[in-house]
């Protein structure tokens, strides 16, 4: 069945889309044998490092180096520079502060990302809430190099410090029916303008994952950027990373996971956008590179369907094929 979405205002129109056979490209990454285990190791030292360090936030101090700073991943690689810093930050979706991408940065000033609490909610064996740098203190913290892709035809190559999915979801201890994971945002109009604005709902912001795809070895918990801290604007203290699925998966500032037995399968941010790219009638064909304003095609599950393809096998709504 045809999923026709409703034209939302900050939507472009879709004139640019191309037919899929231009952007059907397999991308040769690293193999990715024998390197989960060094990732695993560095980052039990960060861990170490990172208990150090006390409660005063993840800073680093005399007392060690920054957990933000964590060794890279070899296995991720990109095709294109990374995103200047600054250029991302002046072009930041998070609607809970502005539409206007270039005034998030300010606005999200007014956020205070610490202290924060994580809970986790639903069909788990022990409901809990966890201090996110408790939590950052028991995930074993890596850099990986990902590109993202907004449907807005856009996209930004970031280098994130964070964790997998798959560890917070162990950690969480799912009961074993638990199907679906929600993810949630915060909910504090007072704060953030843009939750007064009822025109753009459901508000908190949230989005919706099969469980396979959050245990997907891709799917990523950022807590930092750039070698330092998440921004504001970027989702702190800490939001998802889904880079096969367009970004408006990539929920920021997470403060819950819920776990459901059941759930509309395709029923994600707005409930109406096909969440795996491109996908047929959605795609804009290419995307404008954030800072160079560079035009490169889309990728079918954005150049990472060597992770994620074999989960899509026959739904018609996240598979393009
Ligand atoms: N809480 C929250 N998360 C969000 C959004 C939002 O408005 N609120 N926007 C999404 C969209 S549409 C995009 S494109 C990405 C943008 O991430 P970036 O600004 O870090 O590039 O964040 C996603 N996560
Ligand atoms: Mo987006």
């Given amino acids: 069945m045809i999923h026709v979405p409703k034209r939302r205002g900050w939507e472009i129109p879709e004139r640019e889309a191309t037919p899929e056979s231009a952007v059907l490209h397999r991308r040769d990454f690293l193999k990715r044998m024998g390197l989960a285990g060094l990732a695993v ?23 060690g180096p920054s957990p933000f700073a964590a060794p890279r991943n070899p296995k991720f690689v990109l095709d294109r520079p990374i995103t200047d810093p600054a250029a991302a930050s002046a072009h930041a979706e998070f ?7 270039r005034l998030v940065a300010g606005l999200a000033r007014a956020m205070n990302p610490r202290p924060w609490r994580i809970e986790i909610s639903g069909f788990v064996r022990r409901p809990r809430s966890i201090d996110v740098d408790e939590l950052i203190r028991r995930m074993p913290l890596e850099e990986r190099l990902y590109r993202h892709s907004c449907r807005e035809g856009w996209a930004k190559a970031v280098p994130w410090t964070g964790f ?26 007072e704060v953030a303008p843009g939750q007064g604005n009822a025109s753009w709902t459901p508000w908190p912001y949230r989005a919706d994952f099969q469980i396979e795809e ?5 799917a990523f918990v950022a807590v930092g950027m750039y070698g330092h801290a998440l921004p504001k604007e970027h989702g702190a203290p800490l939001r998802l990373v889904m880079p096969w699925l367009w970004a408006h998966e990539s929920v920021k500032s997470v403060v819950r996971l819920e776990f459901k037995e059941k759930d509309k399968f395709h029923s994600l941010v707005q409930g109406w956008v096909p969440s795996v790219m491109p996908n047929r009638g959605f795609d804009r064909g290419t995307e404008r590179l954030i800072g160079t304003d560079e035009r490169r095609p889309t990728l079918l599950f954005n150049g990472y369907g060597e992770w994620v393809a074999g989960m899509y096998p026959r739904h018609p709504m996240r598979n393009p094929l």
């Avoid at 959050?214 to 891709?218: G, H, I, P, V, Y």
């Fill in 41 to 63: 190791a560095a980052g039990g030292a960060l861990m170490g490092a990172g208990r150090a360090l006390g409660s005063i936030g993840l800073r680093g101090t005399a007392a």
């Fill in 95 to 101: 609607r809970e502060f502005c539409a206007e991408k």
């Fill in 164 to 189: 997998p999915l798959s560890a917070l979801v162990k950690w969480a201890e799912p009961l074993s029916f638990a199907r679906h994971l929600t993810v949630t945002s915060f909910y504090l109009p």
């Fill in 214 to 218: 959050a245990m997907n070895e891709l």
